[in-house]
C-alpha cells in the first residue's frame, strides 16, 4: 500500500498539548479518578511496567497481591472464562464492562487495570460510549483498536482492518470521550495492520492515532526485534505496548529490561494465568478421575485458599459489628 503522509506535526503538537495538560492535571485536585492517576504516572515513568492479564475478579486480586503495580483484563480471556468461547467478537459490550467492574472492585482504588474495548464495538459513537462506560465501571485505561466487525484475536488468522479513515475518526472519538467526561481514562490505540497489511502501514497509523489524542500506543503481532525497535520511534514521548504472547505468537519473546531498552513503557502478559489454570484444572480432573483425589502437592491448603477470596478480613470486619 502507498503511504501517504500522515498528519502534520501541527495536529500532533496540538494534541500533545492537550494530554500533557491532561496529564499535569493528574498531579493535583482534578477529577481523574486515582487509579487513573496512577497509571498516567506509571506510563511516564523510565521504568517499564510489567502488566499480567486478569480475566475475573480473583485474578485480577492476585495479580495486585503479586506486587504488580498494574494489569490489563483480556478479551481472549474473558471470552474464554465466562463463556467459553474463542475471540471473535462474539463477547458483548455489556459482559465486557460487567467482568471489568468485578475486576476493579476485588482491587484497591488505586490500582490500574486496562480494559480490552476491541473495535469500541460499532461506530465512532459506540466507541465513545465503550470509553464512558469502562471509565465508569473503573478502568484505568481501555484499548480500542482498528479491526473490522467481527474482530479477529491478536496472533490469528483472519484478521482485517478497517479504512484508515475510519481507523483514525474511531480513535479521535474515543479520546474526545475521554476528554468531554473529564475521566482522564488512558487510551491505548492499537493497530492490527502489521498482520492484516504491513509494517509501514502500521506504523503510519500509530503516528496517526498518536496524532488524534491517544495517550498509548500498540501494533500487534510485530514479527522482529527490528519491527518492535521501528515502532518505539514512531511518535516519540507517546509511551508504547509490548504484547508477549505466551506459547508461541509472532512476536519474540523479551526481558522487561530488553523491552524498556527498546523503549517500551509498558508490557502485557495476555496468557498466563488463564493458561496456567487450564492446565491445573485439566489436571486435578485427571487425578480426579483416575485416581480419586487431586495429588496434595498441587493444591493448596484450605487456609490458603480461603485468605485468597478474603476470608480474615472478612471476619476481622464482621468481628466490629457483633452484638
Known amino acids: 500500500m502507498s503511504l501517504a503522509a500522515a498528519p502534520g506535526a501541527s495536529s500532533r ?23 487513573t492517576k496512577v497509571l498516567r504516572d506509571l506510563l511516564r515513568s523510565p521504568r517499564i511496567v510489567q502488566a499480567p492479564c486478569a ?8 495479580i495486585e497481591r503479586a506486587g504488580f503495580s498494574a494489569a490489563f483484563m483480556s478479551g481472549f480471556c474473558v471470552s474464554a472464562s465466562r463463556l467459553a468461547l474463542p475471540d471473535t467478537g462474539l463477547i458483548s459490550y455489556g459482559e ?8 476493579n472492585d476485588a482491587t484497591s482504588a488505586s490500582f490500574p ?8 464495538y460499532g461506530n465512532a459513537m459506540n466507541a465513545k460510549r465503550t470509553v464512558r462506560g469502562y471509565a465508569k465501571a473503573g478502568f484505568a485505561g481501555i484499548l480500542i483498536e482498528d479491526q473490522v466487525a467481527p474482530k479477529a484475536c491478536g496472533h490469528t488468522k483472519n484478521r482485517r482492518v478497517v479504512s484508515r479513515e475510519e481507523a483514525t475518526t474511531r480513535v479521535r472519538a474515543a479520546c474526545d470521550a475521554r476528554d468531554e467526561d473529564g475521566s482522564g481514562i488512558v487510551v491505548f490505540a492499537r493497530s492490527d495492520s502489521r498482520s492484516a497489511v504491513d509494517l509501514d502501514e502500521a506504523l503510519w497509523r500509530a503516528a496517526a492515532f498518536a496524532d488524534v489524542g491517544a495517550d498509548a500506543l500498540f501494533v500487534d503481532a510485530l514479527r522482529s526485534k527490528e519491527e518492535m525497535r521501528a515502532f518505539c520511534k514512531v511518535a516519540p514521548g507517546v509511551p508504547k505496548m509490548a504484547n508477549m504472547l505466551e506459547g508461541g505468537g509472532s512476536t519474540p519473546i523479551c526481558t522487561p529490561q530488553e523491552l524498556e531498552d527498546m523503549g517500551f513503557s509498558i508490557v502485557a502478559y495476555p496468557l498466563s494465568l488463564l493458561a496456567v489454570s487450564v492446565n491445573a484444572m485439566e489436571r486435578a480432573l485427571r487425578e480426579i478421575k483416575l485416581e480419586g483425589y487431586p495429588r496434595d502437592e498441587t493444591l493448596p491448603t484450605f487456609a490458603r485458599l480461603q485468605e485468597s477470596v478474603g476470608f480474615p478480613e472478612y471476619y476481622a470486619d464482621d468481628a466490629r459489628y457483633k452484638a
Request: proline share 2%.
Open 13 to 35: 503538537v496540538a494534541h500533545r498539548a492537550r494530554r500533557d495538560a491532561r496529564c499535569r492535571a493528574s498531579d493535583g485536585a482534578s477529577v481523574v479518578a486515582p487509579h
Open 55 to 62: 480475566h475475573d475478579a480473583l485474578s485480577a486480586r492476585l
Open 113 to 120: 487495570i486496562v480494559g480490552d474495548g476491541d473495535d469500541g
Open 96 to 103: 465486557m464492562v460487567d467482568v471489568g467492574r468485578t475486576c
